[in-house]
Nanobody, 111 residues
Framework: VQLQASGGGLVQPGESLRLSCAAS????????MGWYRQAPGKQRELVAM???????NYADSVKGRFTISRDNAKNTVYLQMNSPKPEDTAVYYC??????WGKGTQVTVSS
């Protein structure tokens, strides 16, 4: 399975940003995809995951601000980041089943 993420960059606090991640290869019909992040000096942590049936799981720190969604036909998962904060600054990694990982995309929240 290969994962191609896009959409990272520099965003000001309060602005919005959307990350995308497309999976290709040997994709099972039943699966979970999502996002983890790692800030400098910290461990990688869950941001949000979504199953093919639409069940979601969010980190408490992003509930109410971030929304994960997916397009099963395209094997693509999205992370809509609303009202980002400086503490959301990290490298965001797309994952398939928490087994396969994308290369990571930098998100920097700063004024």
């Amino acid at each position: 399975v290969q994962l191609q993420a896009s959409g990272g960059g520099l965003v000001q606090p309060g602005e919005s940003l959307r990350l995308s991640c497309a999976a290709s290869g040997n994709i099972f019909s039943v699966n979970a995809m999502g996002w983890y992040r790692q800030a400098p000096g910290k461990q990688r942590e869950l941001v949000a995951m979504i199953t093919n049936s639409g069940s979601t799981n969010y980190a408490d720190s992003v509930k109410g601000r971030f929304t994960i969604s997916r397009d099963n036909a395209k094997n693509t998962v999205y992370l809509q980041m609303n009202s980002p904060k400086p503490e959301d600054t990290a490298v965001y990694y797309c994952t398939y089943q928490t087994v396969y990982w994308g290369k990571g995309t930098q998100v920097t929240v700063s004024s």
